[in-house]
C-alpha cells in the first residue's frame, strides 16, 4: 500500500496513519468473523434440510460420535450426496463472486459480472456440443457437457481478448464491447444447435435446464480439482488487491504510481477466468451470483479490494449454499435450476439495500 | 460326534448357500451397451420413467417397486408409490433413501451424468432405449430378463405382437386418411421421421403428412401444412391445443380440416415406450377405421 505514504503521508501525521490502519484491520477482522459465522450457519441448515428428512438430533448425536444414531441410507446421503454438494455450492458461490470483484474493478463498472468476456456463451455452445453430441462421454469424472463449457469459456476469453487488442495495448470500452458481441453471437450459436436438433427433445431440456445453473452431484476427486482453482485464484488476488485499489482511482494515476497497466489488466483477466471457468465446471453458467454479491458486499463495508475480495468469497458461498438448499428442497424431491433461485432472492436484496443507502453509491 | 460334525457341515454348507443366493449378482449388458452388475433376484426396484412403471407392473412385478417418478399414471396404483421427483431432476437423497437394490432408466430421458451419480452411491442402473414398437418388445425382455421374469415377458411380448397384428390385418386394404399431428399450434410443432406417434399413425391405417422431416419432435411452417392440406387432425386430448383454439386463429381457418372440423384424437398413452402404447394403437385405428 504504498499510495498513503506517498500521496497523504506528507499531509497526515504517521500516527494517525496507523491508527487508522489497525481500527481498519479491526473492522475486517470483525466482518471477516461475522461472515463466517454466516457460512457456517449456512452449511449447518442445508445439511440439515433436504428432499429426505434426516433429525438434526441424530446428526448432531452422530456428530458427537454416537454412529448409529444414523442408518446407513442417512448416513450416505450425508456423506455422500448432501455434503459434496454443499461444498460444491460453496465453492461455486465463492468463485463467481470473486471474479464479480475482480471483472467490476478491471472495468470500473457496476454492471461486470462474471460472464462479462463472453465466457457465458462460450459455455453454452461447449455445453451443447457435449450434451448432443457426446451425451456417454465423461472426462475426468466431468461429463462431457462441463468439460466442453470449461474449454468453451477459456477459449472464449482468449478470443475475446485478442479481438479488443490493438497495437500492444488492450483498452477496456472495446474489451467490453467484444465480449458481449462475442457472448451473443455464441449464445444464439448454442440455439441453432437447439433448433436444428430437437426442440422438445431430452437434450434441449437438459440444456435449458444447465444454462440455468444445476448443481449435480459431484464426487470428492472433481471437488477437489476445483477447490486447487479457487485456492490457485485466491492466492493470486493477493498481490491484485492494492492493483484494484488504485485502478478505483482512474488508471492514469494508478500509471504515475509505477503500476504497469496492460500486465496488470491481464493477470487481472486471467485470474477472474480462472475463477469463472471453475463455476462452470461445476455448475453451468449461474447468474446474478457475480452481479450481486459484490455489490451488497460493498454496500455493507466499502470499496477497498482485500476487504470486499475476502468477504465477497464468504459470503458468495453463503449466498449460494441457500440458494442451493432452497433449489433442492422447494419442490422436493424434484430440483430446481439454482440460477432461478439466486435470481429471485439476490435483485430485491440488492434494490432494498441501494435504497437503503443514504450516501451515493459508486465503484 | 462324528454325526455331529457332518450335521454341522451340512448347517454350513446350507448357509453358504443360501448367503450366497441372497447376495448373487451377475452382470448383465443393458440397452446402451454398458456392463452393469445386478443382482440375481432384485426386490427394490426404482423406475426412473413412467414407460419402465407400466413394464413392471405388466410383469407381475408392480409390488417391488420401491419408488417412481413424478405424473406416474399408469397403472393407476402406481400413481401411490413414493416419487423420487422429476424424470431429468430427481432427488439422489429420495433415491439413497428408498434402498433399492436396482434401478431402471430410459435413455434419451434420464440422463447419463444421472445415471453416473446413482452408480457411484452403489446403486445398480440398467438403462433401457426402447425405440419404436419393436423397442418396447425388446425393452420388456430385456427388464424381464434383468428383474427375473422372463417366461413373463415373453408371454407379454407374445399377446401385444398379437394385437399388433391384428390392427394391421383389420386396417389392410383400407383407404390410409392424411393426417396431420398438431403437439402444439403456436409455434406449430409436430412429429417427423422416426418419432414414435408417427409409426402408430402409419400401423393404425393413417398417413401422417410430416413423416418425411428429419427429426423426431420439430416445427413446422404452416405454409406446408396448407400445401399439404391434411385431410384430418390429430390432437391430443386434454391438450390446450383444441379444435375451438385453432378455430379462433385466420390461418387455421384456412385449412379444410378445421373448416368441418375433421378432427381425430389421441390421448397421452402414445407417448409411452410400454404396453399402454398398444391400448393408444387400437384407439388410433378405431377412429381412423370405425
Redesign the interface.
Known sequence: MGMNVTTAGELIPERVMREQRDSSLRRTLLFASGAMVLLLASVLVSAVL???HISPRAILAALGGNHAALST??Q??LL???LPRIVTAGIIGAALSLAGVLFQGLFRNPMADPYVLGTSGGAAVGAAFGIFLF??T?LLGF?A?ASFAFLGSIVTIILVYSLARTGGKTPMVPLLLAGMAVSIILGEASSVLV?L??????NA??LA?WLHG?I??I?WPQILLASGMLLAGGILCIPLRPVLDLFALGEEYAQQLGIRIELARAALIIVASLFTAAAVLLGGVISFVGLLVPHIIRLMVGPEHGRLLLLSAICGASYLILADTVA?TVH?????PVGIITAFIGAPVLIYLLRRSKREYAL | MKSFLRMMTRVLMAALLLSSCAFASRVVRDE?GRDVTVPDHPHRLICLAPSVTDTVYRLGRGGDIAGVT?YTKYPAEAAEKP????I???????I??L?ADLVLAVA??N????V??IE???LPVFVVHPLGLEGIYRSIEDIGGVIGEPAKARELVGLLRQREQAVRQRVAGKDAPTVFYV?WHDPI?TAGHGAFITELIEIAGGRSISSDLA?????ISFEVVLARQPRYLLLVRGSETTLEALRQQANWRKLDAVRNARVFYVDDRMIFSSPVALDALEELAREFHP
Open positions: 433436504g428432499a429426505v441410507a442417512e450416505m446421503i455422500q450426496v448432501r451425451p456417454a465423461t461429463s457437457a433448433y436438433g430437437d426442440e422438445v427433445s431430452f431440456r437438459n435446464l444445476t449435480t452431484a464426487s433442492r422436493a424431491p424434484s430440483e430446481f | 446402451v413424478d416419487s423420487v421427483g422429476g431429468i431432476n430427481p432427488s439422489l437423497e429420495k439413497v433413501s434402498q434419451d430421458l440422463s447419463l451424468e444421472l453416473h451419480s457411484r452411491l452403489g403437439l410443432m427429426a423426431e419432435w420439430t416445427r
